[in-house]
């Protein structure tokens, strides 16, 4: 999700084309007893044939398989997320873009987003698309004080995102920017950019001489939303997109709102275990196909995520 960098602006003009997007899922229980949801983008036509046109250039294991295997955290509606037992939103309905230029389905598997790139690289997942705000951080593998945990991943960039704050509605203690948390309580999920956001925040405000932001971290987000909803914590911080469906749907638009305006805009990428280039390489290109013929800004626009738009994928954009 955003990064600092988050994390996770402005839209840009896309060529207009047509691209029908699917989205497939299905709720399933994992061996260990945890509760995950599984979708499935499907790509057209038959994905052992070779008429897809970036099919030639998939590693050999995606071709005769016809499956990337996708990990996501489907808590992050407008960009993933569960609806009557489907993950839906923009990275599915990209993913689906995506596989019709590649010849594949993406199959998704929902679990925790902390847990993705650990998951990623020990092959449980070919890939990981979950609003994963690309930064050095996570290219290298380093922790929040900077020591290695592990190789890293490299990231398709696909997506602008910024960090948000929300409050409950009618913003009660007057919240106006990430600043005005100085010795208030701020609900997170763990192990997100936006939580790091908060952090540094904290930092500047000790700095200042006020009091440090009360961090409360959640294993997910909804509880983050619970607490901000129930008054616990004045405030909730979040990727910019996800922050503004949240105001505009929950509740139908009575719990929440948005205050000022989203701070450190970044990439987001889909994660790729460095050892699997060609499967990065050929991303990037459909990537790029899929901004080219259109497919790209009608998915965004149907979810109303227009302003995270970007003209040209990238490779490790993320600082």
């Excluded at 569960?82 to 873009?97: C, M, Q, T, W, Y």
Aim: charged share 25%.
């Amino acid at each position: 999700m955003t990064a600092s960098t988050l994390c996770r602006t402005a839209a840009k003009s896309r060529i207009a084309a047509v691209c029908a997007v699917a989205v497939a899922g299905t709720l399933l229980l994992t061996a260990c007893g945890d509760q995950t949801d599984s979708g499935s983008t499907k790509a057209g036509g038959d994905t052992a044939s070779n008429s897809a046109p970036l099919f030639d250039k998939l590693p050999a294991k995606y071709q005769k398989s016809g499956v990337i295997k996708v990990g996501t955290n489907a808590e992050y509606a407008p960009m993933e997320s569960v609806e009557n037992g489907k993950i839906v939103g923009v990275d599915p309905d990209l993913a689906a873009a995506l596989g019709k230029q590649l010849g594949v389905k993406f199959e998704f598997t929902s679990g925790s987003f902390d847990g993705l790139i650990t998951a990623l690289n020990t092959g449980r997942h070919d890939i990981a698309m979950s609003s994963i705000t690309d930064n050095k951080q996570r290219q290298e593998g380093l922790d929040d004080s900077g020591k290695k945990l592990g190789k890293g991943v490299d990231f398709v960039d696909y997506f602008l995102a910024g960090t948000a704050v929300y409050t409950k509605k009618g913003n009660p203690e007057g919240i106006k920017s990430i600043e005005d948390l100085c010795g208030k309580a701020a609900a997170v999920q763990r192990g997100t950019t936006y939580e790091e956001a908060l952090q540094k925040q904290s930092k500047a405000c000790t700095e200042a001489g006020e009091k440090a932001v009360k961090i409360e971290s959640f294993e997910n987000d909804t509880e983050a939303q619970t607490r901000v909803k129930s008054g616990g914590a004045v405030a909730g911080v979040n990727d910019y997109p996800v922050a503004v469906d949240l105001a505009l749907k929950a509740g139908g638009g009575k719990d929440f709102e948005v205050v000022g305006e989203q701070v450190d805009a970044g990439p987001f990428g889909i994660a790729v275990n460095k050892d699997n280039t060609e499967l990065r390489d050929v991303l990037k290109e459909a990537v790029d196909a899929i901004i080219a013929d259109g497919s790209y800004q009608k998915v965004l626009d149907k979810w109303g995520a227009g302003t995270g738009a970007i003209d040209k994928a990238a490779i490790n954009g993320g600082k």
